[in-house]
Structures are given as structure tokens and as C-alpha cells.
């Protein structure tokens, strides 16, 4: 299998989420496809870094038979050539690091997962449930630090009163720092 033709498996494949806009904070992640529970989300991206990366190009014809979200994902993150092709890391979009658009949720879909190994890595999310295509993908701040003032200063609207789904819930939630 040459190098193109494993980047149009793993666009076909393993592509799962975009970004977009959020209702409930400005931009989030979003699914593209049905994600089982149990799946590590933004794999590629935590990996160590090749020596080089390559760039393969893409031209219209390659991107025929992919699922209408990677075909958006590829022309709105990549630019189009003068010669007519998108150029991708041989990775594709997977080395794309979305982590930074997850927003919260007191009834997070996501969870962290961190191994001692795995300190010089961005932090991993794993889907704590399974998640349906065109669902935004949450994390419960609380869970990004252990240090409590420092994650407060850093994210002061978590201060605030948070309302979960209350059209479904029915009820108010405030997040409290207190052990």
C-alpha cells in the first residue's frame, strides 16, 4: 500500500471529530461519525513527532468516496494549490490537536486518561460513552488540574453557576472547588 493510498484509509477510517460552532461556548469539537466508548480521541497528535512529516497532496479525485465531514474537514484546514491539490501531513488530519476547542459539561462525554509515561504528551481524551455523530464532545474542567486555585484563575467561569441541559434535567449545578 503506497503512502497516499494509506492516507485515504486513514481519512475513511479514523477521522472522528471537527471543530465548530458551540452552544454551549463559542467554537467545540463535534463528531463526524458514531465513536464507540472506550476510543482515544487525537492519537496521532500525542505521538512523538517523526524526524521529518511527510506532505502528501490530495487532488479532488482522491477525496471521491470519502464521508462529506472529512471532505470538509480537509478544505476547510488545508489549502487549495495552484496545481489543484489539498497538501496533508501523511497523518492527516488526526495530528490536528482539537483538544483545546472541548468545552465543559458537569455530565462530560469524555474523560482524561494520563499514564506516568505520558507527561510530555498532550492530555488524552477517551469517549466514557458512546457518542453519536454530529454530538459535542465535553470534559468536566475540574479534572484538568489538581491544583484547584490554579484552575480557577485559569478558567474564572467555572466560578459561576453552571445550568446542565435544563430543559432535560431540570435542575442547576455549582461547581464546588471545596475538598
Not at 454551549?24 to 465513536?35: K, L, N, S
Request: net charge negative.
Amino acid at each position: 500500500m503506497t503512502r497516499k493510498e494509506k492516507l485515504v484509509e486513514n481519512l475513511k477510517e479514523e477521522v472522528l471529530c471537527r471543530i465548530g460552532p458551540s452552544e454551549i461556548h463559542g467554537v467545540g469539537v463535534f463528531a463526524i461519525r458514531d465513536i464507540p466508548e472506550g476510543t482515544e480521541l487525537f492519537k496521532l497528535s500525542n505521538e512523538t513527532p517523526k524526524d521529518h512529516d511527510d506532505i502528501i497532496d490530495l487532488s479532488e479525485d482522491d477525496l471521491t468516496g470519502l464521508e462529506e465531514g472529512v471532505i470538509e474537514i480537509i478544505k476547510s484546514n488545508f489549502v487549495k494549490s495552484h496545481l489543484a491539490t489539498y497538501s496533508l501531513p501523511e497523518t492527516g488530519p488526526n495530528s490536528l490537536y482539537w483538544g483545546y476547542f472541548i468545552n465543559h459539561s458537569s455530565v462530560p462525554n469524555l474523560s482524561f486518561k494520563m499514564d506516568e509515561k505520558d507527561k510530555q504528551q498532550f492530555v488524552k481524551f477517551v469517549t466514557n460513552k458512546d457518542i453519536e455523530k454530529g454530538e459535542e464532545l465535553t470534559e468536566d474542567y475540574g479534572f484538568l488540574s489538581q491544583n484547584k486555585e490554579f484552575l480557577c484563575e485559569q478558567f474564572k467561569f467555572l466560578e459561576r453557576k453552571a445550568v446542565i441541559d435544563a430543559n432535560a434535567l431540570n435542575f442547576d449545578v455549582k461547581i464546588n472547588w471545596t475538598d
